[in-house]
Structure formats: C-alpha cells, structure tokens
Nanobody, 119 residues
Framework: QVHLAESGGGSVQPGGSLQLSCAAS????????MGWYRQAPGRERELVAT?????STTYGESAKGRFTISRDGNTVFLQMNNLRSEDTAVYYC???????????????WGPGTQVTVSS
C-alpha cells in the first residue's frame, strides 16, 4: 500500500513563503508524475503544480512565477513564494504510478495540509 506523508503547511502573512513536502513510501515501482493540487471551501480541486515524465513541470495559472516544484526520488517539494490570501486552501499531494508487474496505473492522494494566508 502506498502512503503519502505531507508536511510544511501553516499560516503566513501575504507576501510570505512556505515549502510543502510530500514523501511517498510503499509499493512504488515507477513514478509517472507527482505534484500538488489544492481545494478551497466551495471550490473544485485545482492543479497547483506537477512533475511529469522526463522531469518536465506543469503549473496552474495562479502558481506561475511564484511557485516552484521539484522532486528528489520519492519526495516532492513545492516552494511557494509571494503568497496571497487567495492561496488559502487545503493542499493535497498527488502521485501517479505505473506497475510493470501488474501492467496497471494508479493514482494516490495525501490527506491534505492546510495553508492559510492572512494579514
């Protein structure tokens, strides 16, 4: 079973910074993609940033120019700078895997970590 351990959430003032981390463990044969999504109250879950095959990256429009995603093995990091009040949300780690043994793909989600940006 795959487990995603999230850390780094908290409260900051506008313009501040936070770094989120997500460490994946368990039965992972191949990582196809790993990243972060977020969901604010009353809104749909949306992409923040993700790594893709060949270590390319994709960012949501709100994250471009402010956030940076990186991965080291089974741990993904999200550096968030110049945070705004609208960044307030629960942030969820996301993992997409492929198993050559079973020939199947799978998606996993972390429990979510709260990020609050307010003055």
């Amino acid at each position: 079973q795959v487990h995603l351990a999230e850390s780094g959430g908290g409260s900051v003032q506008p313009g501040g910074s936070l770094q989120l981390s997500c460490a994946a463990s368990g039965s992972i044969e191949r990582i196809n993609a790993m990243g972060w999504y977020r969901q604010a109250p009353g809104r749909e879950r949306e992409l923040v940033a993700t790594t893709t095959p060949r270590y390319s990256t994709t960012y949501g429009e709100s994250a471009k120019g402010r956030f940076t995603i990186s991965r080291d093995g089974n741990t993904v990091f999200l550096q968030m700078n110049n945070l705004r009040s609208e960044d307030t949300a629960v942030y969820y780690c996301n993992l997409n895997t492929f198993s050559a043994r079973s020939g199947s793909r799978a998606e996993f989600w972390g429990p979510g970590t709260q990020v609050t940006v307010s003055s």
